[in-house]
């Protein structure tokens, strides 16, 4: 990353006027517990005792069996507090916003995952707690609704525009606007204004440094892949970065191919030819966007992963070709999830199980002396219904006969 806060060609800080003073302050307080090893050791111990860290690396001894090639580890990332890798991102921000001295906390959120994170923080932190989500989102997300409230958070429901994740943001840009003196925006992912994703991607490294760790000692080489899910790519960074270094570990991003990548319904921005380069929402990078600059609808099953842009980081890795990204469809999904549950208990969030879909169709070309490492970003509680109206839905079925082997259980 250059000063600007462009990784190669993508990234950087478009923000407004007003908001100059308040990111210089966020800059400065950011390199500064960067450079500390005594805010890093604070943070490993708050995530050792709030949020279950380390999380397990889970060999998947069935599922490795099953497809007779490498073997599958599974990083748990479900295991934190609140049931994803969100926990470590909020937790991080917290403790920073504390080192500021600031006394409020707001964020946005669509699928309501990342504010009930946000909220957890705020009431184990003290601070107060606003969320913006739109109007849509709120009837649809009602359980998240209701829990954040229950922490005592403020939930705006917005109902300016479609009533969506975008709407909201921009309703949480204005609050900032008017509060940054006493308040912090809480990025939920690898996104935005610099510098935003540095940071972000700089608390969820714990997962790839634990990763790399247990990978040597329970299997005593380094894996030959690893598959992450990628919505705005923070727990894709977050395992990514522990193994970037080693040029011979292949790291590959799994998108949302929805409904197929050719019905246009889907979030696959580096894994399709849909996207093109944009500024938006402060940064620039691959967006799905019309020839007008307008943002496209997208669709996934997984509600996390059904966003327009994409990390700038990302961007940068794909460009590279560091990182090799494909998309994984519903109906894939389903069946990988279908498979995972019964062959070894786990059930991964939806989002995550896009990186199961890929890791499965490939584990066959690896030898059984050989390893890959899938990142379980979350846990499928939160999709029940969602899930359970899938398997209804007979077309899953379908795909598992129509290809054969692949997921037959
Ligand atoms: C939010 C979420 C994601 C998508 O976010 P990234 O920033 O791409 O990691 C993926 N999985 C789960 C379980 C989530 O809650």
Partial sequence: MNKKGYFGN?????IPEVLYETFKQLNQAFEQVKGDPAFWQEYIDLMATYSCRPTPLT????LSRHFGGGQIYIKREDLNHTGAHKANNVMGQGLLVKRMGKKRVIAETGAGQHGVATATMAAKFGFECTIYMGEEDVIRQRPNVFWMEKMGATVVPVTSGARTLKDAINEAFRDWVSSMDDTHYVMGTVCGPHPFPEMVAWFQSIIGIEAR???L???GKLPERVYACVGGGSNAMGIFQGFLADKAVDL?????GGKGIDTGQHAARLASKDASVGVAQGYKTMFLQNDDGQMLDTHSVAAGLDYIGVSPILSDLWEKKRVRFAAATDAEV???LDLTMKKEGIIPALESTHAFVHAFKEAPELKPDQALIINQSGRGDK????????FDDPSWKAFIRGKGEEYAT
């Fill in 59 to 62: 060999h998947a001894e069935n």
């Fill in 213 to 215: 760790k247990q990978i």
């Fill in 252 to 256: 590959i991003g799994v998108e949302a």
């Fill in 334 to 336: 389903m069946a990988a």
């Fill in 383 to 390: 999709d029940i219904f969602t899930i359970a109206h899938a």
């Fill in 217 to 219: 000692n329970q299997f």
């Fill in 10 to 14: 993508w990234g950087g800080a478009y």
